[in-house]
């Protein structure tokens, strides 16, 4: 078919043809010829690169963490708790009841209150404070307060930290780190934290399940109730400040009136009078608060209490 009368023209079709002369010595045999030559020197600088990759040592390779990724060192910790003036002032404390020296917290800050009241498992360790809660478990390091929101970040949304939730985030700093109100700052966090609101689930409350009432004719189920209420609607010119409002289960047929009070005597009238019953219904729902649907006799319903 002819490119003009082809709708969907083939890209190839628009080429410019090629004159022999410029496909001579590239046949089959040379391009395949070509291909193995080209392969074999590839493998050949694969090979040379191998080879080179082995002689390099360890020592030729530094794991740089990123720039946002703070990395706590045994030293590290050393020179920022001798920085904490809460765990200064703990490890102050702790000397003097090894010596059974009295010791007065009063005026202490809360932070200096709630790791004395655990001295029992406090403990220092190569110069570190630590907390031996007691065998079977690792030694958490005192967290000063300068490195709390980084340990945070690097173990909710740092590497590895996936944004786990507040349980998984707090299970996994409780292995290294310990510090007072730990729960209410990794909550804090979390809580505040942009990438996991953005992919939170919304947590809705259970629904019951919308069930079909069945009916099969008309006025066999009616179901009325009261609109308006506390002057959400005006007040008419027949004193009128509420809208009753009648269903009819199965033709769907709606009507709407004009009624002045919600008692039951003021509904049971207007549904009788309002030439909506054809027949006496089978049953009627009833929506309005505090009235209760009865059958008093074979015309009418009545609606008791009120």
Same mark, same amino acid.
């Given at each position: 078919?002819?490119?003009?009368? =082809? /709708? %969907? *023209? #083939?890209? @190839? ?109 406090? =403990? /220092? %360790? *190569? #110069?570190? @404070? ?109 004193? =009128? ?66």
């Amino acid at each position: 078919m002819p490119g003009k009368q =082809n /709708v %969907v *023209e #083939d890209a @190839l079709s628009r080429l410019e043809p090629v004159p022999e002369s410029a496909t001579e010595g590239f046949g089959v045999d040379s391009i395949v010829a070509a291909g193995v030559e080209d392969f074999a020197e590839d493998s050949m600088d694969e090979e040379i690169e191998i080879e080179e990759e082995d002689e390099l040592g360890e020592e030729d390779f530094e794991m740089i963490p990123p720039e946002d990724e703070p990395v706590f060192t045994l030293q590290h910790m050393r020179d920022m708790q001798a920085e904490d003036e809460c765990i200064v002032q703990v490890r102050r404390f702790l000397h003097m009841y090894e010596a059974g020296d009295p010791v007065d917290l009063a005026g202490e800050p809360p932070c200096v209150k709630s790791l004395i009241a655990r001295k029992d498992e406090l =403990n /220092v %360790v *190569e #110069d570190l @404070l630590v907390l031996d809660v007691g065998a079977g478990v690792n030694l958490r390091i005192i967290a000063p307060a300068a490195a709390i929101i980084d340990i945070i970040v690097r173990s909710h949304s740092g590497v590895g930290g996936a944004h786990e939730g507040i349980v998984k985030t707090r299970e996994k700093i409780s292995r290294q780190y310990y510090w007072p109100r730990m729960k209410r700052d990794i909550i804090q966090y979390i809580s505040a934290c942009q990438t996991c609101g953005a992919f939170a689930k919304v947590h809705r409350s259970a629904r019951a399940p919308l069930c079909p009432i069945g009916t099969g004719d008309r006025n066999e189920l009616i179901a009325m109730d009261l609109m308006g209420g506390k002057d959400s609607l005006p007040t008419t010119s027949h004193q =009128n400040r509420y809208i009753l409002v009648i269903v009819d289960a199965f033709t769907k047929f709606a009507l709407a009136v004009a009624v002045g009070g919600q008692s039951a005597g003021v509904v049971v009238r207007n549904v009788i009078t309002s030439g909506y019953l054809f027949s006496e219904p089978r049953c009627v729902f009833c929506r309005i608060r505090g009235c209760a649907l009865s059958r008093e006799n074979s015309k009418t319903c009545v609606i008791a209490g009120g």
